[in-house]
T-cell receptor
Framework: DGGITQSPKYLFRKEGQNVTLSCEQNLNHDAMYWYRQDPGQGLRLIYYSQIVNDFQKGDIAEGYSVSREKKESFPLTVTSAQKNPTAFYLC????????????FGSGTRLTVV | GQQVMQIPQYQHVQEGEDFTTYCNSS?????IQWYKQRPGGHPVFLIQ?????EVKKQKRLTFQFGEAKKNSSLHITATQTTDVGTYFCAGGWSGNTPLVFGKGTRLSVIA
């Protein structure tokens, strides 16, 4: 079955460490997105990519970095510069064009200890 | 940047009562989508509305898009415990620009 896979499901990080969250899709979707979800805050866009080797900052990109070397993969690195990284991170993908919904992964819950 | 306002933030209903959540944009939308996130889960796409005044139904769920394409609503008739979760609207403005999500309405259903 086609889908979008995020790993790990839970991640614990010490302050000052960088961590990378994985996102892989086999839906042949062109566009991929990273959202952060905090209680009562909805989904806030971190980065997105509409084509391989190209990506754009979202509303809350500071302290995060991404790469898009392959169509299937869009990893997110949470750097030590991110002041409050504890959150639920959701990766999504969509076929190109405005008439399609997003397919979300099951998310990674990151906790800074 | 663009914003989509969604109310209420929380709604507690008795099983069998109706439920409605509302979304509003200050600017005209190209389309609006609705998603449901079960507790502990991830958002799942429900539907997209594109046309002014559009109304779509999925069983007990009715989705509306305003005439001015600035507001939308989701109405659930006779709620069931399976309806529990957070409902998000997401506005789209043009082309392939990312959707902007509302903050969601968290629905609790008391049996």
């Amino acid at each position: 079955d086609g889908g979008i896979t995020q790993s790990p499901k839970y991640l614990f990080r010490k302050e000052g460490q960088n961590v990378t969250l994985s996102c892989e899709q086999n839906l042949n979707h062109d566009a991929m997105y990273w959202y952060r979800q905090d209680p009562g805050q909805g989904l806030r866009l971190i980065y997105y990519s509409q084509i391989v080797n190209d990506f754009q900052k979202g509303d809350i990109a500071e302290g995060y970095s991404v790469s898009r070397e392959k169509k299937e993969s869009f990893p997110l690195t949470v750097t030590s510069a991110q002041k409050n990284p504890t959150a639920f991170y959701l990766c999504a993908s969509r076929r190109q064009g405005a008439n399609y919904g997003y397919t979300f992964g099951s998310g990674t819950r990151l906790t800074v200890v | 940047g663009q914003q989509v306002m969604q109310i209420p933030q929380y709604q507690h209903v008795q099983e069998g009562e109706d439920f409605t959540t509302y979304c509003n944009s200050s600017t005209t939308l190209s389309n609006i989508q609705w998603y449901k996130q079960r507790p502990g889960g991830h958002p799942v796409f429900l539907i997209q509305l594109v046309k002014s005044g559009e109304v779509k139904k999925q069983k007990r769920l009715t989705f509306q898009f305003g005439e001015a394409k600035k507001n939308s609503s989701l109405h659930i008739t006779a709620t069931q415990t399976t309806d529990v979760g957070t409902y998000f609207c997401a506005g789209g403005w043009s082309g392939n620009t990312p959707l902007v999500f509302g903050k969601g309405t968290r629905l609790s259903v008391i049996a």
